[in-house]
């Protein structure tokens, strides 16, 4: 099969029918200066993919309409078993290829398919304009290969949690965060100053006369922290060896001392495994799902001795429904407004033009009113879906959000 794909600034619009279809030729046809780089990409996500489809280029460039034709005339003609997708491309093409499919006799017109993608309703379109099933499997797309496809590149090593790390034994820790997000906020920052001057960040000991001499309002500090010591060891987050003389203790699991080191990490932990609990007729609704999602802008993974500048930027989940990206940040305190603008830059950046957004935050901790009515504005002025009370959400009411916000 031969798939002539008419090219658009939307990556994942141009690789969707591909990776579907699994063609053995695939024509992208237009005149953006920007296919030859993006085309690139798409041949080592086909690499990547071990996916043996030969990829090659038809410029349209400074051509006219009557040359258009005639250049799709001939493929159509020289390849056999031609499908011809129409989900974005220049309007030139899509004219040509209306005007071609119109001229053919009509045992030649059988042989060439011309389609588009739906999305919403995940079916192919005709260009008669009549829906068929899909045939073939859907086309999914990693947090990786979305990201290699705009030109970015996924940093290794972010921390994610084990299959066997279940919403059970995050739950314990997710209850202490309910009961009051502020205070959990403090009682993480407090204890961070503490543990910031343990030796060994595997097995905490701190002896309580070195504590004295370097953490300022230790007396008052030592008994929060002696209590929420107390809290985490009863929900069996830590195992505490602690005396008057020393606090000694060490963490249950790498992922329970993760959710610890900074205040919203329980938050985004427990985003990513409510919605990779998310089922639809019985399947997973995302295909993957990642936490800690560090983006590298051009994709370029400098040495850290060569002290190259670089830009990046962390998202703190994103997921993958088939194709469409939904970025999220997560928000365990105070938010401030240059959150929006930093998920709105990146999503739209690196999502593409499907991509879904979305704010999740236990408590909106706005300084007035005023001020909330005007954040939920801005959010909704960026198309953002945001979420004011993960807190207080039941296990049914996660789901509900993250379909809501792919809708």
């Avoid at 202490?176 to 100053?193: F, G, I, M, T």
């Avoid at 019985?282 to 370029?300: A, E, H, L, T």
Wanted: aromatic share 6%; with cysteine.
């Amino acid at each position: 099969m031969t798939l002539i794909e008419c090219y658009t600034g939307s990556h994942i619009d141009n690789m969707a029918a591909c990776l579907r279809l699994k063609p053995d030729k695939l024509i992208l046809i237009g005149s953006d200066e920007t296919m030859q780089e993006a085309a690139g990409r798409y041949q080592r996500l086909l690499l990547q993919r071990k996916q043996n489809t030969t990829l090659s280029l038809c410029s349209i460039a400074g051509r006219s309409l009557r040359d258009i034709c005639d250049l799709i005339l001939d493929l159509v003609r020289r390849e056999t078993d031609c499908v011809i997708d129409l989900t974005g491309g220049e309007e030139l093409v899509i004219m040509a290829v209306g005007a071609v499919l119109a001229s053919l006799p009509e045992e030649e017109q059988s042989l060439v398919r011309v389609q588009k993608y739906d999305k919403k309703k995940q079916t192919v379109v005709s260009c008669t304009g009549m829906e068929c099933s899909l045939n073939r499997s859907q086309a999914e797309l990693t947090v990786e290969e979305l990201l290699l496809l705009h030109g970015g590149k996924m940093h290794p090593g972010s921390e994610q949690p084990p299959e066997d790390f279940t919403h059970s034994q995050l739950n314990r820790l997710w209850k202490l965060v309910a009961e009051d997000p502020k205070a959990w906020n403090r009682s993480v920052s407090q204890l961070n100053e503490f543990e910031s001057r343990s030796e060994d960040p595997a097995v905490i000991s701190l002896p309580v006369d070195q504590l004295k001499k370097t953490v300022s309002g230790f007396e008052h500090k030592e008994a929060s922290v002696r209590t929420f010591l107390d809290k985490l060891s009863r929900y069996g987050v830590i195992h505490d060896r602690s005396s008057r003389e020393i606090l000694s203790y060490e963490y249950a699991s790498p992922m329970m001392q993760y959710c610890l080191q900074k205040a919203g990490n329980v938050l985004e932990v427990k985003t990513l495994l409510e919605a990779k609990s998310v089922r639809l007729n019985g399947d997973p609704y995302f295909c993957d799902c990642r936490m800690s999602v560090s983006i590298d802008w051009d994709g370029i993974l400098q040495d850290p001795m060569a002290r190259i500048p670089e830009t990046r930027n962390e998202i703190d989940v994103v997921l993958m429904h088939h194709t469409t990206p939904l970025f999220i940040s997560c928000k365990n305190g105070q938010i401030g407004e240059e959150e929006l603008y930093k998920l709105h830059t990146v999503a739209t950046r690196f999502g593409g033009t499907n991509v879904k957004k979305m704010l999740i935050a236990t408590d909106l901790n706005q300084k007035s009113a005023f001020s909330n009515r005007a954040f939920m504005q801005r959010a909704w002025d960026m198309d953002i879906f945001l979420v004011t009370d993960a807190a207080d959400l039941t296990d049914e009411e996660w789901k509900e959000v993250f379909l809501r916000a792919m809708a």
